[in-house]
C-alpha cells in the first residue's frame, strides 16, 4: 500500500487549517457528521462560507486561544494512496514541532499569504525542510482570491522563493509552486477557473503523482536488532532470529554482512516474515534475519553489507535541534538514541547557533529551547552512523535528558 | 526461486512499535476490549513475534455490560492462541466503593472503567499498556504520540508530550509511571478492515449484520438489555442492524445495515459517509469528552 507522509506548516493566519479542511472536504474525506457540524458552527459564527477550518482545529485549549499547539495527525485517501498530513504550528517557539513533523515527511507543503509573500517564518519553514532533507516541499501562496486572482503577485512570490532557495544547499530538492485559494477550493484538488494564467498541477495532482518508495529505497541498506527472537520451544528449539526494521535498500539470503559492533563477519541465511521465508526484503520491511554462524547479536548492533560499512564513531559531530526548556551546556550528559542504539553522552563543545532564516551562523556556548546549532558530542561507546545527508534514518539521533526523561533535542550526523 | 518480500508499511510500523516495546519496558501488557482494532493488535503481535508466542499478557477491563458474543470470542481466541488473559472487573471497584455506579437515562460504566484499568496497572505493575487507539477516530486521539507517557496517577498531559521523531521512540520512564502505546495510531477505519479483510482474521459476529431488538434515542439505534436504561415510551423493535464500533452495550450504538461478510463490509465503510465514533454514545455527552476523559486515565 502506498503511504504518503506530508508535514503542513504554516503561521497561524495563512489558512493552514481551511487548506487542510479543503483538502479533506474536497476528496470526499469528510464524514457527514463532520460536515453537518461544520456548517452549524460556521452558521454560529455568521460566517457566509464554510469555515473548513474547523475540520481539523482539536483541543479544547487550541479553539480558546485559536491555535494549533502541537503535532495533529490527520488521514485522508484516494484510489490511488492513502495520505498521512503531520500538521505543526508555525510560531517561533515551536520550532521543535516543525522539525518533529519534517522528520517522518516525505512531502512539505509551505503556505505564503498572497497579501503578505514571503515572511521571516517562510525562511524559517523553508530552512528546517532543508536541513531535515524533505525531498519535495510545495509552496503554496494562498489567499489568491484577496489580491483578485492576480498572475503578477504570483510571480513575485515565486521569484523571491526561488532567491531565498538559491541558499539552500540541499540541490536534490523538488520544489514547487501553485496559486492556490483554500476558502474556495482553487488549485487545491480542483483546478481554478479564476487562475486561468495557472497551468501546473493541483496540490493534489502533484501529491498523487510523487514516487512514495523513491526516498526510502535509495542507500545503503542498514538492518539495526531491535529484539532477538528465541522461542524455544519443542518445534524451533534452536532458531534465534534477529527481528528489526530494515532502512535504506534491499538485503538477500547469501548476502555477506558484518555485525556491528564486533566486526563479525557471516552471511544471512534466511529471511523470514511471520510464518513465511523470503529471499530478500525491500526497505521497511519489519523482518527476522537468521545468520549462517553461530554469532553473539543483541538489541543496539546493526547488521550491515560487509562491503558497505557505516561510520564508527566515538566522537560525533551534529547539527541539533534542542527541544528543551532546560539549555543544551557544554559538559551536560544526556542519553543519545539512534535507531535501537542506546548511550551516554557527553557534550564536547557547542560550536556556534545557526540562524534559520539562512543567514548564517554564530558563535555560541549553549543552545536554548527551538535553538539551532553545530555541536561535538563524546559517547561512552561508539554508534553506527551515517551522516544525514547519505542516510537520514541511519543520521538521526535522539539526545534523552537523563534526569526528566524527556526527548531534549535531536541531532543530525555531519 | 526468488520470493521478495514487499512490506505493507501500516504493518510494518505496527510490528516495529511491537518489538519496541518489548525490548524497551519490563512488563507489557496488550489492552484487549474484544473489538476489531484490539484482535487486529493481536494478529500484528503473533508476527511481530513469530515463531516465538505474544510475550505479554492480555488485560480486559470488563464492565459486566459487555455483548455476550464479545466475551465469547474472547475466550475462544486466548485458548487458541495459547495467551495469557488477564480480567479485571468493574464492578469490583462499584463493590469496594472505588467508583460509583451511574443511574438514569445516560448511564454507563464507560468512565468507570478508568479507575479499574489504573488499579490493574498498579497491581500488575505494568510499565506499557498498548492499546488499539487511533489517531482518525477523535480529535484528542489525533494528537497522541505512538509512545504516550501517563504520570503516577494515569493522566495525560497533551501540552507536555515529548517530541517523536523519524522512528525513534523514547520509553524513558520513572519508577510509577507507565506509556500507554498506540501501535495502529496511524491506520484508519478502512485500513483496520481492510487489513482484517486480507488477512482473514477472525471478529465477533455482531460486527455483522443480524437481528436484534433495538429503540431509537436521540437518532441513534440502542440495544435493549437489562442494562442499558429505557424509558417507557422507547419502544424497542427487531431492526436488521450490526455494530460498526463495539464498546458495551451502554455506549455503543447500532447502525442498520445488510452487511454479512467482511467484505460487504469493506463495502459498506469505503462509501460511508458517517464517522466510526459517530456511533459512540459515550462521546456524545460533549464536544470535549475524549479529551477529559484522557486528562484522567482514559484509554
Given amino acids: 500500500m502506498n503511504v504518503l507522509k506530508i508535514a503542513t506548516a504554516g503561521s497561524v493566519d495563512d489558512g493552514k487549517s481551511t487548506l487542510i479542511g479543503r483538502l479533506l472536504y474536497d476528496t470526499q474525506s469528510l464524514t457527514n457528521d463532520k460536515v453537518e457540524s461544520i456548517k452549524k458552527s460556521s452558521k454560529q459564527k455568521g460566517y457566509d462560507y464554510l469555515d473548513l477550518s474547523l475540520a481539523t482545529d482539536g483541543l479544547v485549549a487550541e479553539r480558546e486561544q485559536g491555535i494549533t499547539i502541537d503535532v495533529a495527525h490527520i488521514y485522508f485517501s484516494t484510489a490511488k494512496k492513502s495520505y498521512i498530513i503531520a500538521d505543526t504550528p508555525g510560531h517561533v517557539e515551536y520550532t521543535r514541532n516543525m522539525v518533529t513533523g519534517a522528520s517522518s515527511s516525505q512531502v512539505s507543503i509551505i503556505l505564503i499569504d498572497a497579501r503578505k509573500g514571503v515572511i521571516e517564518q517562510t525562511n524559517r519553514h523553508f530552512f528546517i525542510n532543508n536541513l531535515l532533507r524533505v525531498k519535495d516541499v510545495i509552496v503554496a501562496i494562498n489567499k489568491m482570491d484577496l489580491v483578485e486572482y492576480e498572475e503578477e503577485i504570483y510571480n513575485k512570490i515565486k521569484k523571491d522563493f526561488q532567491t531565498l532557495n538559491e541558499k539552500s544547499t540541499y540541490n536534490e530538492q523538488n520544489v514547487s509552486y501553485i496559486p492556490i485559494s483554500a476558502i474556495n477550493g482553487g488549485n487545491v484538488v480542483n483546478k481554478s477557473a479564476d487562475m486561468p494564467w495557472y497551468n501546473g498541477q493541483t496540490i493534489l495532482e502533484l501529491l498523487e503523482n510523487i514516487d512514495t518508495l523513491d526516498s526510502q529505497q535509495s542507500t545503503q541498506a542498514r538492518f539495526p536488532v531491535q529484539t532477538v527472537i528465541r522461542p524455544k520451544t519443542d518445534l524451533h528449539h534452536d532458531f534465534r532470529g534477529y527481528a528489526g526494521k530494515l532502512y535504506g535498500n534491499t538485503l538477500r539470503v547469501g548476502d555477506a554482512v558484518t555485525v556491528l559492533p564486533s566486526l563479525t563477519q557471516t552471511k544471512i541465511s534466511k529471511i523470514h516474515f511471520y510464518n513465511s521465508e523470503y529471499t530478500e526484503a525491500i526497505a521497511e520491511s519489519s523482518i527476522i534475519i537468521e545468520l549462517e554462524n553461530d554469532v553473539n547479536v543483541t538489541r543496539g548492533d546493526m547488521i550491515v553489507k560487509t562491503n558497505e560499512l557505516p561510520i564508527v564513531q566515538k566522537d560525533v559531530n551534529a547539527t541539533i535541534c534542542w527541544m528543551d526548556d532546560k539549555k543544551l551546556i557544554e559538559g551536560a550528559k544526556y542519553l543519545v538514541q539512534h535507531n535501537s542504539n542506546t548511550v551516554l553522552a557527553k557534550i564536547e563543545k557547542v560550536k556556534n547557533i545557526i540562524a534559520t532564516d539562512f543567514s548564517g551562523s554564530k558563535v555560541a556556548s549553549q543552545l536554548s529551547i527551538n535553538e539551532i546549532g553545530n555541536v561535538n558530542i563524546k559517547l561512552s561507546k561508539p554508534i553506527y552512523v551515517d551522516t544525514y545527508a547519505k542516510n537520514k534514518l541511519n543520521g538521526a539521533f535522539i539526545l534523552i535528558d537523563t534526569a526528566s526523561n524527556t526527548t531534549a533535542g535531536v541531532g543530525f550526523v555531519i | ?299
Wanted: net charge negative.
Fill in chain 2, 1 to 299: 526461486m526468488n520470493k521478495t518480500f514487499t512490506p505493507n508499511l501500516l504493518e510494518s510500523e505496527s510490528i516495529y512499535i511491537f518489538r519496541e516495546v518489548v525490548a524497551q519496558f519490563n512488563k507489557p501488557v496488550l489492552l484487549f476490549s474484544g473489538g476489531k482494532d484490539s484482535i487486529t493488535l493481536v494478529r500484528l503481535a503473533q508476527k511481530a513475534f513469530y515463531p516465538a508466542k505474544i510475550p505479554f499478557p492480555l488485560l480486559h477491563v470488563d464492565t459486566g455490560h459487555n455483548f455476550p458474543e464479545t466475551i465469547e470470542f474472547r475466550d475462544k481466541l486466548v485458548a487458541e492462541l495459547g495467551l495469557d488473559l488477564i480480567v479485571r472487573n468493574v464492578q469490583d471497584s462499584i463493590n469496594t466503593g472505588k467508583v460509583k455506579e451511574e443511574f438514569g437515562r445516560y448511564s454507563s460504566r464507560n468512565t468507570l472503567q478508568t479507575v479499574t484499568l489504573l488499579d490493574a496497572i498498579e497491581e500488575f505493575k505494568f510499565d506499557a499498556c498498548i492499546g488499539g487507539a487511533r489517531r482518525d477516530e477523535e480529535k484528542a486521539r489525533a494528537k497522541e504520540r505512538i509512545f504516550s507517557v501517563r504520570d503516577d496517577f494515569g493522566q495525560w498531559d497533551e501540552k507536555n508530550q515529548r517530541p517523536e521523531l523519524f522512528d525513534i521512540l523514547n520509553g524513558k520512564i520513572d519508577h510509577g509511571q507507565n506509556v500507554r502505546v498506540f501501535p495502529i495510531s496511524n491506520w484508519t477505519e478502512l485500513d483496520v478492515w481492510k487489513y482484517i479483510e486480507d488477512e482473514n482474521i477472525e471478529i465477533p459476529s455482531i460486527y455483522f449484520s443480524h437481528k436484534r431488538n433495538t429503540f431509537l434515542r436521540d437518532g441513534l439505534i440502542w440495544s435493549q438489555s437489562e442494562f442499558v436504561y429505557q424509558e417507557n415510551d422507547e419502544e424497542a423493535i427487531e431492526r436488521i442492524v450490526r455494530f460498526r464500533t463495539v464498546g458495551d452495550m451502554t455506549c455503543t450504538a447500532a447502525v442498520e445495515s445488510f452487511a454479512a461478510t467482511i467484505k460487504e463490509v469493506v463495502n459498506e465503510i469505503r462509501v460511508s459517509t458517517i464517522s466510526e465514533r459517530g456511533a459512540r454514545i459515550d462521546d456524545k455527552r460533549s464536544e470535549a469528552a475524549m479529551e477529559k476523559r484522557k486528562q484522567q486515565g482514559y484509554f
